[in-house]
């Protein structure tokens, strides 16, 4: 009976766990759900494995990065600094791959993001219930 019961918590904790964890069988790496400041974010998106199983995951998110060279070709190891209209940090990370998903509060934000010593800043209103999507292109 024990034993059952604690079967019944695995299966429970991994039903719960299930839509955070994305798993790339391309690069044997699980794709999981971060925190900063309390703000859930996810990055990667390096392969196609990888990105199918962000993919999956996007409507969790409210704010969704990519980030590429003006050929197309993506980036990664981009550096994410969210800011409310205060100037306060929200969010702070470096993108593992060209994806980057964000779970903000819903409001006006500052996006500032670097590549390869080149820095961007973009404006965004982020709905709570939508997903703004924001797309940066560095020369390459």
Not at 58 to 76: D, M
Request: aromatic share 10%; charged share 20%.
């Amino acid at each position: 009976m024990r034993q059952h019961a604690i079967w019944k918590v695995f299966v429970l904790a991994g039903a719960l766990l299930a839509p955070c964890v994305g798993f790339s069988a391309e690069t044997g790496v699980i794709t999981q759900s971060q925190s900063d400041n309390g703000i859930a974010y996810m990055s990667g998106g390096v392969g196609l494995d990888e990105r199918e199983a962000m993919h999956s995951l996007a409507t969790n998110y409210n704010l969704r990065l990519v980030f590429a060279g003006e050929e197309g070709a993506y980036l990664s190891d981009v550096k994410v600094d969210i800011r409310d209209t205060a100037g306060r940090n929200i969010l702070s990370a470096v993108s593992n791959g060209p994806w980057f998903f964000a779970k903000l509060p819903g409001g006006r934000y500052r996006i500032m993001v670097e590549a390869g010593g080149k820095k961007m800043t973009r404006s965004a209103v982020v709905g709570s219930r939508s997903q703004t999507a924001l797309k940066f292109y560095w020369p390459d």
